[in-house]
Structures are given as C-alpha cells and as structure tokens.
C-alpha cells in the first residue's frame, strides 16, 4: 500500500493526488472505502498518513487513539497520522485551510453577518474560523431556527459561504438558493471546486458580487496534512502556485468560432501538445445520434439539433481538463454559455469570413456567410474569455499555444 492517500467515498474525481505530487516526492493513492469496510481499512491498512474526506470525517473518531485539541472541538477529522508506535492520531488540517481561502480572497468578516449553508463537519470548521475572526456566523439548514423558508431574516448578511455539496461533480447546475435574496452581499464562497464555477458562483458572478471556489482550500489543508506527516518541507508560500497551476490544469480549454476557423484541428493539436483528451462537440453528436449534423439539420432542422446539442454540450462541459471544439451555432443558445463556462476558458477563434475553410460544410456553401458572421460575431464575443486572431497562412493548432502561454 502506499503510505499517504485520501480515505472517502466517492473518489473517483478527486484532485488530491495532482496537489501531493507537488508538495513532495510521496506516493498518494486514493482509497475509496464503503462504510462496512471503514473499521478494517483504519485498523488493518498499513499507511502512515491519512486524509479523511466525506462521508468520514465523523465516522472515524471511534478509531483513533488521539485527538488534537483543535479536532476533538470540533469533532471532525480530516487528517490522520500513523505515530511510531503504530497508535492513530487526528487533526484537522481544514481550519488552517479555510483560513487561508478567507486571507486569499481579501474578504474582511470581522463584525460582519456571514451566512453559512450547511451544518455538517465543514460548516463546524468554517463556523469556528469566522468566530475565532470576529464574525458572526448564522447557519442555514433544512430545520432549525434558521432555515431555507425564512431566509429573509438574513437579507443584510455581508458574506455567504456554501459548505453543501448541492451543485457538485456530477449533479452540476442545481444551487442551494438564489443570491438575489441579499442585496447587501459583498462575497460568496463555495467550498466546491468541481466544478471550478458552481450555479451559486455563476450567479454571483452575473450580479457583479466577488466569489471563490474551495480549490485554495483544498490545497492548504493538503499542504499543512503533508507537514503533519513529515513529507514535504515546503514553506506555506507554495500553496497559492500550486492552487493556480492544478486550477488552469483542470480548467477545460474550449474553442469556440464561425464553422471553418480550424477549430477542430486546433483542439487536435492543443490536446496532444499539452497531453489533454479532446472532444469535439460534432463527432459526439454523429456518435449519439448516429447521423452527422449535417444530416440532422436537413431532416429535423435546426431547432430540433440545437436542443440536441445542448445535450451534449451539457456531458462535455462537466469535464475537466480536457480540450473541446465546439459547433459553429453553439453560442447561439444561451443556456449553453453556463454549461462551458463552469469548468472551461472559453477561446474564440476569429478568422474573417473570405479565410474560412468551408470545403467540407456543405450547409455553409451559401453567399451570406458574411452576414452569418455578422450575426454571430456579438455571440462570440459575449461567449469569449479569450480571442486570437488568426492569419490564414497560419494554422491555428500551430499558433494557439503560443498565444494561451502568454495568459
């Protein structure tokens, strides 16, 4: 077995191992564990150190033989540590980690209402730290004194902190409530960071209120679990690269522009400069479908594919870390811009419409493809995180990493 891993379930999605490779030079495995085996896996399982994620972070204090102060007040674990006489010791590294998001974010709460959804052992984490700061938490729950039915009570809270897993990997684009609810918010955090812009996050965003994801807390607790073990001797200044650089590793880059502006080869080329896997959005359609888009528009028109689109777009958007082409008519829906941009740099690829490459677009052999740039031209912009011009003696796949390099 290897002697450092995350005890959780599910796992399948977790970014731990990526952070842990870049504290220190440490195997990190990921032991997905169901609830029957809990009691084995600690007293059998032969590792030195050990990250706790859900559903286990109350779970396994029966199974160890000493507790921080900090974890026995708070009752929950996230880390725990092999001693050399083989006893099991807890901690909880998430306190030191939610701290350093609150320091990153430049949020002050000190004096201010924060509410925090959720009541489980990270609210209680997150709910200590804002005490210890001098704010003055007040807890949403399904019952109790405050709950989802008399939120406007709360309507002045300065800050709001989601410590549920509503919006998560894979039940992306649910929220827990709308943000229109509190005028006076001046910061959102989610402690989510699959996807890296959850509804709530997408919502804040539109309304113009600064928000975070839980990446930087995932790094710093990851980072202060390694120096409990002994296995790096980093200084804490490496948490914020290493949250930026696994950050823009999981981030989608998603190429979107008019049919023929070499989308496609582009995606192509990224992916294997960069070892990504790459979709292209048409070849996922024709593979579902069985009939290319082509095809589809000619039968059913193109209302009906555009729906059909959505679909796929919805799979592919959830990913991470991966290169995607898009359709030409993608940012025509603008349900679609939410489903790219939760995980996604969303790049537009703009090439004038005398330079596209329309050979193999038998639906695009029409004199008013200038006119249909035209029309899309505000869609793309709206859509685009990023735009590189293109020169048509160049082809995109060959100049796109140079370009994003430089962001």
């Known amino acids: 077995m290897d002697p450092y891993g995350l005890l959780g379930n599910p796992l399948s999605h977790s970014c731990s191992p990526a952070i842990h490779r870049m504290l220190g030079e440490y195997s990190y495995a990921l032991w997905e564990t169901p609830p029957e085996d809990l009691e084995t896996f600690l007293r059998t399982a032969p590792f030195r150190g050990c990250n706790v994620t859900v559903p286990y972070k109350k779970a396994v204090l029966p199974y160890l033989d000493g507790l921080s102060p900090l974890a026995r007040t708070l009752g929950s674990v996230n880390t725990i540590l092999r001693r050399a ?6 901690d909880n590294t998430d306190y030191a980690g939610f701290r350093h998001l609150l320091e990153q974010s430049g949020f002050a709460p000190a004096g201010r209402k924060v509410l925090v959804l959720g009541s489980g052992g990270a609210s209680v984490t997150v709910q200590a730290v804002l005490r210890e700061l001098g704010a003055q938490p007040a807890v949403i729950s399904r019952s109790g004194q405050d709950h989802y039915g008399n939120l406007d009570k709360h309507r002045d809270a300065a800050f709001l902190v989601n410590t549920t897993p509503v919006g998560m990997y894979p039940d992306n684009g649910s929220s827990p409530l709308s943000l229109a ?33 839980g990446f930087p807390m995932l790094t710093a607790q990851a980072y202060y679990s390694s120096r409990l073990w002994g ?55 024709e593979q579902a479908e069985g009939i290319s888009p082509e095809l589809f528009i000619r039968r059913f028109g193109e209302p009906a594919f555009r729906e059909k689109e959505t679909a796929v777009l919805r799979r592919l958007g959830a990913l991470s870390g991966a290169v995607l082409a898009t359709g030409g008519g993608a940012v025509t829906r603008p349900e679609n811009y939410p489903l790219l941009h939760q995980n996604g740099l969303l790049i537009w690829l703009r090439r004038d419409p005398e330079d596209l490459d329309i050979s193999s677009k038998p639906l695009f052999h029409r004199p008013d493809l200038a006119a249909l740039y035209e029309e899309r031209k505000p869609l793309y912009e709206a859509f685009a995180d990023v735009t590189i011009d293109g020169d048509p003696a160049v082809s995109f796949g060959d100049s796109l990493l140079p370009a994003l390099s430089s962001l």
């Open 231 to 285: 296995a790096t001797d980093l200084s804490p200044d490496c948490i914020a690269p290493i949250t930026q650089k696994i950050s823009r590793a999981q981030q989608n880059l998603i190429l979107i522009g008019m049919p023929g502006s070499g989308k496609s080869t582009a995606a192509r080329r990224l992916g294997e400069a960069l070892g990504r896997p790459v979709y292209d959005s048409d070849r996922e359609f």
């Open 85 to 90: 006489d083989g006893s099991l010791y807890g």
């Open 181 to 213: 609810a509190f005028p006076a918010l001046e910061g959102v955090i989610d402690l989510i960071y699959n996807p890296a812009r959850t509804v709530l996050l997408m919502e804040a965003e539109q309304l113009g209120i600064p928000a975070v994801n």
